[in-house]
């Protein structure tokens, strides 16, 4: 099976006042029908922004290089229109802060019932059963929900209702960024529990973002760490976690409260500003001469000289 999301060879630049801010560098990766893919790696390495890519929200402005194919079709090179279309019913995306995601001054009925009429799947009458079968499926009151501001709900009952308008429209992809963030251990349980109904039935892919590794663990199938706008490790999930090659995995793991709470040395270079080489030569304990001139390969998963 060709993979249904492929991104080749992906740089992000910002413009910015002291030069260009790469923002990601180099990313490919891919992902299947029913499967999930989990993006990690510690806050402001590029995670959000190649989730940004892929929907085609980046700022006016930004310099973005390489492929991203979704379907056999180049996202960066589709018109407004096209990519409008696809966004929302072909993907769906889930962020942190369901709130921002509704809107606050219509009725939620509308708001999961429209969606469906716009993008042609069935009739009104129709589209208001399936939202409230659905609402009905994630333990919430259809009637009361339905007829309810999005004020009126908790964060919870909220990122429920955003992934009921997310599944009612069948995505062929859906992109969850740091959808856990804030939430209590009961609405991660309960949300956990939906994102991973996604990938079920092999028909939809799950491109999730976070920095909660356990999170990950449980959800994806293969993971990919990313540092300073690159990825440095990507692999099968369990692999990745139970024996980590690149230094900065270890270290991002071994810097786990379960795992010893030890730190990684040194802090994350600014992007203006990133070492020459190995990108995380300076934090590393095994860094040699050549880490310090030349910039590994992404080889059999794993981006440096000494793995
Ligand atoms: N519109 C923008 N203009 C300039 N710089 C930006 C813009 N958007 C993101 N960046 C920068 O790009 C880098 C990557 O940002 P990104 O949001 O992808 O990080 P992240 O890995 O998602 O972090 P977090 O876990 O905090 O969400 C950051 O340094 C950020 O400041
Ligand atoms: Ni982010």
Known sequence: MTDMLEITDLSVSFPGSGGKIPAVRDVSLSLAHGECLAIVGESGCGKSVVAQSVMGLLPFGTEVLGRISYQGQDLLHLAERELESIRGQEIGMVFQSPERALNP????????????????????????????????????????????YPWMCSG?????????????????????????????????????????????????GLLLITHDMDVASRLSNRIAVM????????????????????????????????????????????????????????????????CRTAVPDLKDGVRCHKC
């Open 105 to 148: 001054v219509m009725k939620i009925g509308k708001q999961l019932v429209m969606p469906q009429v716009i993008h042609g799947l069935c009739s009104e009458t129709d589209a208001k059963l399936r939202a409230e079968g659905v609402l009905r499926g994630l333990g919430l009151d259809a009637g009361r929900v339905m007829d309810a």
């Open 156 to 204: 919870g009952m909220c990122q429920r209702i955003v992934f009921a308008a997310v599944s009612l429209l069948h995505p062929n992809l859906v992109i969850a960024d740091e959808p856990t963030k804030g939430l209590d251990a009961a609405n991660v349980t309960d949300l956990e529990a939906m994102l991973s109904t996604v990938t079920a039935g092999n028909r939809t």
């Open 227 to 290: 540092y300073c706008g690159m990825i440095v490790e990507e692999g099968e999930t369990r692999e990745v976690l139970t024996s980590p090659k690149h230094p900065y995995t270890r270290g991002l793991l071994g810097s786990l409260p379960k795992n010893g709470f030890v730190p990684i040395p040194g802090i994350s270079p600014a992007l203006t500003d990133l070492p020459e080489g190995c990108v995380f030569h300076p934090r590393c304990p095994h860094a040699g001469e050549r």
